[in-house]
Each structure stands twice: as C-alpha cells, then as structure tokens.
C-alpha cells in the first residue's frame, strides 16, 4: 500500500515564530488532508489539497502532486497550535479510506 | 456545523466482555469510516461503508470486531471480546462520496 511519511516528528519553537512540516507519499493520490489533533484526540481538518496551494489565516499548504509531496506552513505560531499534526492520503478507486503519516508533533512554548 | 457524533466519550471494561460504540455521520454522508488510534501513532482504517454496504474491511480483526450500518446513516461497532491490545481511540468518519473526511472526538477504549 502507500507510504507516507512526516517530517520532522518533533519540533519545538517560541510563540511568534515560523515552522514547514513535510509530507512525503510514495505513489500517486486521489485525497489528501491536513489534520491538527488536539490535546483531547479530536482531528480538526486543516486542508482538503490533492494540489495546488491554500492558506487559511496563518496556514496554508502546498501540494506537488507530480513530486509527491506537500507543505504544511504555520507563521506567527500561538502556543494554541501545539498538538500533532498529520498528513493523509488516499490512493483513491473504491475503497478511499485514508492512509496516515505517523505525525508532527508541535510544541509551541510561551 | 455539521459534526460526526461518537458515543461514549470514554469506556473502560475489562478484558472479555463486550463492547459497543456508535457513531452518527454529518447528514448526507454516503460514506462511513472507523479509524483505530493506538497511542503515538496515527490513526489506521478498519472498515468503510458506502451506504449501508461495506466497502473496504480488510484491516478488520473478524474474530473479534464487528460493525454494521444497517440503514445507511448511523453505524455500530463492536468487540468482542475485549483484549488488552485493544486499548486505543476509535475515530468515525463521514464524507461525501468522494471529498474531505470529517471526523468525530473519538470513543477512548480502555481494557483492564
């Protein structure tokens, strides 16, 4: 099946600034989605991007279809984006469950 | 906003007894997902339904698990009986036929 895999898998900033998590696949996908996970398990969509570019507020997220691989891109960090964050695809055809990356794990420090 | 809805919120049990969890997707949703979380790690797909039929349960543990969604909207799943490896977040997802996947807080499973 598909690979995915996250970098870096911790990462440690002071509020205020910058960080760029990466996610690389290992074939071509139909879905892919950025999710924050909360201190309490809850998956918050982030992105819906197979390609191209978003942003949303301080987010935004770049995919390379074509490279396989996707950008996920945080500025002005808050000590309330600390959690994990993953990446999931799917390679699409019938059966689209969503094949998940182990995780970036943020802590933002005040 | 529309969410997916998951109950309970937490259940602890011991090993072989049974347990149930439910799950209520966005109306409208065709499709239904059950996701296993073990801690630290991502989430891992265990069965879809489209509609009421399953798609995709190849990664089900059939022994022991089982999950049903006999009209179409809501959907339950089931183990038993519990094992101690069993202990883990079980996630419901709905989505559209195809498009984003939205998910539920997750029942927390907990087998003494």
């Known amino acids: 099946g598909i690979q995915v895999e996250q970098s870096p898998p911790d990462l440690i900033l002071q509020e205020g600034a910058n960080s760029t998590l990466r996610c690389n696949f290992s074939?071509?996908?139909?879905?892919l989605q950025w999710f924050h996970q909360n201190p309490w398990g809850q998956l918050i969509n982030l992105f819906y991007?197979?390609?191209g570019t978003k942003q949303n507020g301080r987010l935004s997220a770049t995919t390379v279809a074509t490279e396989r691989y996707s950008l996920l891109y945080i500025s002005s960090s808050q000590t309330t984006d600390s959690g994990v964050y993953f990446c999931?695809?799917?390679?699409?055809?019938?059966?689209?469950?969503?094949?998940f990356g182990k995780g970036t794990h943020l802590i933002i420090q005040p | 906003e529309a969410e997916v809805a998951q109950s309970p919120r937490y259940k602890i049990t011991e090993k072989s007894q049974a347990v149930a969890f439910w799950c209520d997707p966005i109306?409208?949703?065709?499709?239904l997902y059950w996701y296993r979380q073990i801690l630290g790690q991502g989430p891992e797909l265990l069965v879809q339904?489209?509609?009421?039929?399953?798609?995709?349960d190849s990664q089900l543990p059939k022994d022991r698990f089982s999950a049903e969604r006999l009209k179409g909207v809501d959907s339950t799943l089931k183990i038993q009986p519990a094992e101690l490896g069993d202990s883990a977040m079980y996630l419901c997802?709905?989505?559209?036929?195809?498009?984003?996947?939205?998910f539920g807080p997750g029942t927390r499973l907990t087998v003494l």
């Open positions: 997802a709905s989505s559209l036929v195809a498009g984003s996947q939205y």
């Open positions: 074939d071509s996908v139909n879905n």
């Open positions: 991007i197979p390609s």
């Open positions: 999931a695809v799917d390679s699409g055809g019938g059966a689209d469950g969503l094949t």
């Open positions: 109306s409208g949703h065709a499709t």
């Open positions: 339904f489209q509609d009421e039929s399953v798609v995709d």
